[in-house]
């Protein structure tokens, strides 16, 4: 038998019960084209993955494993909360495996058969929101992915969306050749592929993935593929895509908003020149779409699948009992002094990561010796507090504007405040600021009346008790007399110690606060006053988990406040420390930051 004939005809084997590495294979998860994913348990740091394990071993399709390898190479290098982690590679027995993430959730195809006319507008377009973040991450990497669709999308059951199955990915950097295709062969799935994907998949870029993320887009809202019933072939399918135009969205769903169809039909353009460039400006366009969705609450609504199985109690190798007989003799269990060992090298290794962590942080917080936080920031101590004049623009109402297209401006009062190492990427749309003491930075002044604002952040490092957030209604005081030089309030992450039950917790605090005239040298620099106007825990907030904050602001009053799509009901009642003080919410707009936060989609809608 030759291996051509085995690699097409031979079936599948079910390795559930076995040991591949240090990983025992418990049911298997699913299988592709190249492999099959299985749930694996390690038993000496007592952690599930999932293992994906190349089909037929040593007698794969030698293009098959080339392209394996370049999956591992390629995942390896990928770190971001919406794409899916790998955790560790190898070869067992000739069978080559990838050890990822283990995610629990369904993909968007098994998501769209509980939703057969689409979806919520709000959570189709965070969906793909943060698909195209981490598509943006993906061509930061100088690569491409080529097969963006729902079943490579999946939904975790935190609501968090993870780009799957890099297999056919490749670097932009080389559109030389096709090294792991035959000559003339295409690459992709026939209903969400573009025009010259379909035409040549060796000379697509970035803008052929913002394709396939339209075609993903129209089944989200409509149910449907663009061209579907009437095209039964992969190939007359192909043919729609490069020559005819897709059926008008609306023909299927009449409620979708103008807007939200004028992106995905950019998205479906036949010229690549006529799509958004990036997957960053589609970020910013479609992200005032998805203020209100509730992905928890829609994955909630999903059974669990063939991906994310009910698996009954694990029976662990190391414990002696019948698992054992699953096994091959040279894979039966670890002697117990070598657990013991591992397992020290284990410890001893994560206090040393641990130690150069501290000292890192250290450094960093502490400069140059015998210089001074304030001489390290270059800020001139007890000097009057510095308030921009920010952005004048006219609003244009329902225009949605990004705000992180320019650095925002560092707010400073007593040498304090403007952030100890901070960078803008305006490509991406993307502010990386750590600070010693709480600082905030203007973004925007808004005196329309009404207004949506809205910021994603994520923690890149440690937290300050009173940690990131955002910032509004920035008044300068009118009375020159004292030291309070402005007012403003803020929502933002506070990290606490619960008594009660003996842990941490996040809380989402709103605060009104006085921003003062420095103070004499010979008085400690004072923080700004502040006044706790309402508080409500919040599931925490860690580098993995981002969280999306916005705010609405109707007849200049604070109306609503969204956390990860959640209504915050008991932070925007209104509270009686604020009255007539100043109840006005518009004015400046910015971040408020403790610690090391990146944040990223800050966006203003002006409402007419």
Known sequence: MSVAHMTSNTPWPDLTGRMIGEYFLMGKLGKGGLGTVYRVHQSLLDSYYALKVLHLGRFANPDHIARFLREIRIVAKLNHSNIVRAEFAGVEEGLHYLVMELLEGANLSEVMRLHPNGLHTADACELVREAAAGLQYILDHSLIHRDIKPGNLMLTRIGELKILDLGLARSTEDFSSEPLTYSGQVMGTPDFMAPEQCLQSAQIDIRADLYSLGCTLYMLLTGRVPFGGECASPMSKMRAHVESTPTDPLTHRRDL???????????????PDDRFQTPAELVAAIEPFAVGADLRALIQSVPLSGTTLDFPPVRRPDVGDPTDSFLPPAKRKVPKIVQR???????????????????????VSSGEPGTSSVEKLNIPPFTRMELPAGPEEKWKPDVPYQLLGREPVALR?????????KSIDTQANTFLVGSD?????????????????GITLKLSGSTDQNGPGIYYALKENPNPVGRVMAYLKCIHVARRRDEMRREMVFQLVR????LGQPMPPEEIPGFPSSVDLAVEEVQPLSPKFPGKLTISIRKRVLTSILWNGVEMANLSKPSIDEQGAFPDATGGIGIVNGGSTIFSNAWLRVLP
């Open 257 to 271: 908003a103008p807007g939200i169809v004028a992106v995905m039909m950019r998205l479906l353009e036949k010229e």
């Open 341 to 363: 060992s591992l397992k020290g090298w284990m410890v001893a290794a994560s206090v040393f990561a641990a130690l150069i962590v501290w000292v890192f942080v250290a450094f």
């Open 413 to 421: 009062w007593s040498g304090k405040g403007a952030g100890s190492h």
């Open 437 to 453: 003491e709480w600082s905030f930075f203007e973004l925007a002044r808004v005196n329309e009346p009404s207004f949506d604002f």
């Open 511 to 514: 605060k009104s606060l006085s």
